[in-house]
């Protein structure tokens, strides 16, 4: 079984600051009070495998 991927366009980035190093970051999603956000290197440290 084949998965199709979507072009769906460029996407809109959201400025967040990250939750553990506080370096200024831009997300994919709208960031929400309450929720975590990271950036790119710190999500790589709270990534479940």
């Known amino acids: 079984m ?21 370096k200024e970051c831009e997300v994919p999603f709208v960031p929400k009070e309450g929720r975590p956000v990271y950036c790119r290197e710190c999500f790589q440290k709270h990534r479940k495998f």
């Open 2 to 22: 084949g998965f199709e991927r979507r072009d769906f366009g460029p996407r809109t980035m959201h400025k967040a600051t990250c939750s553990d190093c506080g």
